[in-house]
């Protein structure tokens, strides 16, 4: 059973930094390939950036040049860093594994960028 839990959200102003980080648990972390969504409000939930196994890495367009997507198999641990964000982004993100057979998701954290 894995279990995927977020932090580092909050209210940052336009142009600003945020890190997320996602914990997991289970013991399948490196094999799997992982993945940051966003759903903002009365949207629906869309890719934001992912991150395989191999460590290669693929970016939504409006986030492509601003946001970098790492991982820590040691820690099983998975980041997305943010810079120069936008009102645009504000979002609840959401933490995604994606394992060999099923895929697992966080809680969702809220990120506010304000203008």
């Known amino acids: 059973q894995v279990q995927l839990v977020e932090s580092g959200g909050g209210l940052v102003q336009a142009g600003g930094s945020l890190r997320l980080s996602c914990a997991a648990s289970?013991?399948?972390?490196?094999?799997?390939?992982l993945g940051w969504y966003r759903q903002a409000p009365g949207k629906q939930r869309e890719l934001a950036a992912t991150?395989?196994?191999?460590?290669?890495?693929d970016y939504a367009d409006s986030v492509k040049g601003r946001f970098t997507i790492s991982r820590d198999n040691a820690k099983k641990m998975v980041y997305l860093q943010m810079n120069s964000l936008k009102v645009e982004d504000t979002a609840v993100y959401y933490c995604?594994?994606?394992?060999?057979?099923?895929?697992?998701w966080g809680q969702g954290i809220q990120v506010t960028v304000s203008s």
């Open positions: 995604n594994l994606q394992g060999p057979f099923s895929s697992s």
């Open positions: 289970g013991s399948i972390f490196s094999l799997a390939g």
């Open positions: 991150i395989t196994r191999g460590g290669s890495t």
